[in-house]
């Protein structure tokens, strides 16, 4: 990519855009752009355009190939993968598109793709509303939606993609699209699991479930030494019995404030505290050293989880299938592979290991129905690493990738390894970009057809390779 490609880039957008601000390394801003939830994720792009309207994405996109410069797209910057970043490039930041509209005849939300999900929340919010969003608020609807979204209300209404009525897109050739069940049905199908392959969504159609009631949630602190055996055997029995109503995320991590590794599971109940007290009582009799539970707007709930994972330092999210009944022992081993990272690299006492705890039986559609091919009565794992250093960083994706084996094989051992190998893996926990044949399954030849028709020459390349799909 020729320095003069990416120069004469920037003269024709701020020639050509109508209302967007582009910004090159000497811009006051340009600084700020760039920053990512993680550091690691940090790349100094050529040159980045906010834009406020469909018509300047659409500009934006034509002109990056005319000038033959790479684009990559952001909204929250979470991602940890890179697929958000790029080097030199051109970067379209969402940033400036945050507008949510609440249409309460249909309960819909439309939702620009700048958005992050507390955005979403606090419009729904105030017409007693709610909507699947995660379980960290900070964290952008855009990449969130188009890779499938597990949040709180899973278990009483499924995935935030299945959630989705309609998105605006803006595709390789420049076109501005609407994909809904009406209309480019095609594209609709592909843009719900593998939407990033496929061009910049300008806006999604939301449907919206009524939440008049608020919800009891918190967090409860153990000592993992005294209570971690307790804990996930109390889990195994909240998602076997649960109604969709209840759910828990339970985080093993070692504190600043303990000398030990600690289990914080964050409780959830979408009804009373009189029923709530009564399910989660064998946890609330562990004596927690810390508890947190109240009963709360259901608008604070997405928020329980940010302080850990709030922007800065390095960190990445790598996601693994599990099954239940999870075994405890599996458990305290995994323990012990956070204890080797803390000796592997120095800052890394942060990092946690995340077990997430959902009723799945709305998430069981047909995996046919759209390119979000994981449906399977399964919960995730998330392998969260912290640390400081950049030349630690290699280190600690090997331990990931290390670990992530680790629990693969568990899969195995439990489920028998042809079931196990058929269970894919989460593509929005997926850091080290696996085989698109984890992500995608039996979706993905019709995946890198649609790819050939939309976007026949890889424009948005950022994420997993559709174009080389068998």
């Known amino acids: ?122 419009a729904a919010a105030l017409h007693k509303l709610a909507m699947i969003g995660g379980t960290i608020n900070h964290t952008g609807v855009g990449g969130l939606t188009l890779g499938g979204g597990y949040g709180w209300l899973t278990g009483r209404h499924g995935l935030t993609i299945d ?46 479930h009524t939440q008049e009631n608020e919800v009891w949630s918190g967090q409860l602190i153990f000592p993992a030494s005294k209570a971690l055996t307790s804990v996930v055997n109390f889990a195994n029995n909240l998602v076997a019995t649960t109604d969709g109503a209840s759910a828990m995320v339970m985080g093993v991590t070692k504190p600043p404030f303990m000398q030990e590794p600690a289990v914080v599971a964050t409780v959830f109940h979408d009804g009373t505290e009189a029923e709530a007290r009564e399910i989660f009582k064998p946890l609330l009799e562990l004596e927690p050293i810390i508890n947190t539970t109240k009963v ?27 099954t239940l009944p999870l075994d405890p022992n599996f458990v305290h081993s ?17 990092s946690i290991m995340l077990f997430e705890f959902f009723h799945m039986g709305k998430v069981l559609n047909p995996w046919q129905d759209m390119a979000h091919a994981i449906r399977g009565d399964h919960n995730q794992v998330m392998i969260g690493p912290f640390w400081i250093k950049a030349e630690d960083d290699a280190t600690v994706r090997s331990w990931v990738a290390d670990t ?61 390779p559709l174009a080389a799909a068998p």
């Open 1 to 122: 990519m020729a320095t003069n490609n990416v120069a004469g880039l920037a003269a024709r957008l701020r020639s050509d855009l109508k209302s967007s601000t582009v910004l090159t390394p000497d811009s006051e801003g340009y600084a700020q752009a760039i920053i990512r939830w993680s550091d690691e994720m940090e790349k100094k792009a050529g040159i980045v355009v906010y834009p406020t309207t469909a018509e300047d994405i659409s500009t934006a996109v034509l002109l990056s190939k005319e000038f033959s410069v790479p684009l990559a797209v952001c909204g929250g910057k979470h991602g940890s993968s890179g697929a958000a970043s790029i080097e030199g490039g051109l970067q379209i930041d969402m940033g400036h598109m945050r507008n949510v509209s609440i249409d309460l005849n249909n309960k819909t939300a439309k939702v620009q793709g700048g958005c992050i999900w507390k955005d979403v929340d606090e």
């Open 163 to 208: 959630e989705v009525r309609a998105v605006t897109m803006v595709l390789a050739d420049g076109s501005i699209v609407t994909a809904s069940s009406d209309e480019n049905q095609d594209l609709f199908w592909a843009v719900r699991g593998a939407g990033h392959c496929f061009g910049v969504a300008v806006d999604f159609t939301f449907q919206l």
């Open 296 to 322: 709360r707007p259901y608008v604070e709930q997405n928020s329980l989880m940010n302080g850990p994972v709030d922007y800065g330092n390095r960190k990445l999210a790598k996601g693994v299938p599990y």
């Open 334 to 350: 995994l323990v012990g592979e956070l204890k080797k990272l803390h000796g592997q690299v120095e800052g890394s006492t942060k």
């Open 404 to 464: 992530a084996a680790v629990v693969r094989r568990e899969l195995e051992r439990v489920n028998g390894k042809e079931v196990a190998d058929s269970i894919g893996e989460y593509g929005n926990y997926d850091a080290l970009l696996v085989d698109p044949r984890r992500i995608f399954g039996k979706n993905l030849p019709r995946l890198a057809e649609l790819k050939q028709k939309f976007d026949p020459e890889n424009i948005f390349n950022k994420s997993y």
